[in-house]
């Protein structure tokens, strides 16, 4: 599902103008919309809108640590799918190149990573490395 779908059905608004602080995009839980930067290339567009789509699923008003990991870990897990990354992964172990691969940002494989449990890295790694057992 695309971020616009997710919108719609979220009940959030997308409006390509500048956000304030020369942000690529915030999240306005009294307006139920988002901003997002209209100069911004595709996959940060694309990881912005994700990212703030995870503050509005979790209804963040403000900004602190703990709302960012949950807004970023949230996009990354709609972003990367498991299946694409092992594919990715079995051609490269770089970060940047399988971010590219895949069309998001380095930052969103990493939070995608850090949001395996020990079961699902696991599975990934054996898949990786041809052990389907």
């Given at each position: 599902?695309?971020?616009?779908?997710m919108?719609?059905?979220?009940?959030?608004?997308?409006?390509?103008k500048?956000?304030p602080h020369?942000?690529w995009?915030?999240?306005?839980?009294?307006?139920?919309?988002?901003?997002?930067?209209?100069?911004l290339?595709?996959?940060?567009?694309?990881?912005?809108?994700?990212?703030?789509?995870?503050?509005?699923?979790y209804?963040?008003?403000?900004?602190?640590?703990?709302?960012?990991?949950?807004?970023?870990?949230?996009?990354?897990?709609?972003?990367?799918?498991?299946?694409?990354?092992?594919?990715?992964?079995?051609?490269?172990?770089?970060?940047?190149?399988?971010?590219?691969?895949?069309?998001?940002?380095?930052?969103?494989?990493?939070?995608?990573?850090?949001?395996?449990?020990?079961?699902?890295?696991?599975?990934?790694?054996k898949?990786?490395?041809?052990?389907?057992?």
């Amino acid at each position: 599902m695309g971020y616009e779908l997710m919108a719609e059905k979220m009940g959030v608004r997308i409006h390509y103008k500048r956000p304030p602080h020369g942000w690529w995009g915030c999240w306005d839980p009294d307006r139920r919309h988002i901003l997002i930067h209209p100069d911004l290339g595709y996959i940060q567009r694309r990881s912005t809108a994700w990212h703030e789509l995870g503050h509005a699923y979790y209804e963040h008003v403000g900004c602190s640590p703990k709302q960012e990991l949950q807004a970023r870990t949230w996009a990354a897990r709609h972003l990367i799918r498991a299946q694409a990354f092992i594919d990715a992964a079995r051609i490269t172990d770089d970060l940047i190149s399988i971010a590219h691969r895949l069309h998001v940002m380095p930052e969103d494989v990493r939070a995608w990573e850090k949001s395996l449990s020990l079961e699902e890295l696991i599975h990934i790694r054996k898949e990786i490395n041809g052990h389907t057992d």
